[in-house]
């Protein structure tokens, strides 16, 4: 394990490239996960709900993250290996499908470099060091978050709850912050939204956000600390103005339509990730 952590230590290039290669693969993934977590829940709700209702269910065909292959949205064929190699198969099919001709979309390539440049950026933090694999995961599972989301105003309990039973984990042995600072960020970070939630409520009658941002910001208060969350809360407040005002110019949001608030908090989370010692210590310093 000691030659194994030197190697990594001193052949920095070698260590980038493999981060990044696992990037793109694991973009591939989460691919995969965006598309067919939110069908497998609602399938699943329904079911229930059938259940409820004394309905009877038709048994479906398997349906789940490794069933059925991936195939072509537009003609059904099953896509073989060679299709499904992260960006190049993307790049040499010129983004276009090898069997009908029908267009690729171009969000399969860009998540692939967004898991990419965000690894690219973990190691460029944390190096060789134990916090390099948790701020992986870290990004990762906010990416995949964020994309949800968007499609779907949903976050899955799937993802944020064992996020922040993650966090709560690594901190055991203070790999970010002490297990008591990471416990009461949880807290903090849960009841804070869920009290600006019922006070708009009840002040409007209306429902202002999800549940699903709640859990997404314990678990970054119990990856962070309890002094993390206000920070995330105003870097989510301006990334949110920033996202709402770029997707009203680009014409992909109406008044209709209601603004995800998680994409802006992954984002602060990802921010604080990187940032969050600097942003801390330029906020306390300016607040007192």
Excluded at 23 to 43: D, E, K, T
Excluded at 93 to 118: Q, T
Aim: a positive charge; one cysteine or more.
């Amino acid at each position: 394990m000691a030659t194994l952590s030197q190697w990594l230590t001193t052949n920095q290039v070698s260590l980038y490239v493999i981060v990044i290669l696992l990037g793109l693969l694991i973009g591939s993934f989460l691919n995969v996960v965006i598309h067919r977590l939110p069908l497998m829940l609602q399938r699943e709700w329904q079911q229930e709900c059938a259940e409820l209702n004394g309905a009877s269910t038709a048994t479906e065909p398997t349906f789940n993250l490794c069933t059925p292959r991936s195939r072509c949205p537009h003609c059904q064929q099953q896509l073989s290996a060679l299709d499904n190699i992260p960006l190049l198969s993307w790049l040499f099919l010129r983004g276009r499908c090898r069997y009908c001709k029908a267009g690729i979309s171009k969000r399969y390539p860009l998540i692939e470099l967004s898991a990419a440049a965000l690894s690219a950026f973990a190691i460029w933090r944390f190096g060789a060091s134990p916090q390099l694999l948790a701020a992986l995961i870290f990004s990762w599972a906010l990416l995949c978050m964020t994309m949800i989301d968007i499609d779907h105003l949903l976050l899955p309990d799937n993802l944020t709850l064992p996020l922040l039973w993650l966090g709560l984990l690594l901190n055991i042995d203070t790999l970010f912050v002490s297990l008591q600072d990471a416990v009461l960020g949880a807290a903090i970070g849960y009841g804070v939204l869920w009290s600006l939630y019922w006070v708009f409520k009840l002040a409007t009658g209306k429902e202002g956000m999800g549940y699903g941002d709640f859990k997404l910001l314990a678990a970054l208060g119990a990856w962070f600390g309890w002094q993390a969350v206000l920070p995330i809360l105003l870097l989510s407040s301006v990334a949110g103005s920033i996202l709402g005002l770029s997707l009203m110019a680009s014409k992909r949001l109406s008044a209709e339509r209601a603004l995800p608030f998680g994409p802006a908090l992954a984002l602060a989370g990802w921010i604080y990730l990187i940032w969050g010692q600097q942003l801390t210590s330029w906020y306390w310093s300016v607040a007192l």
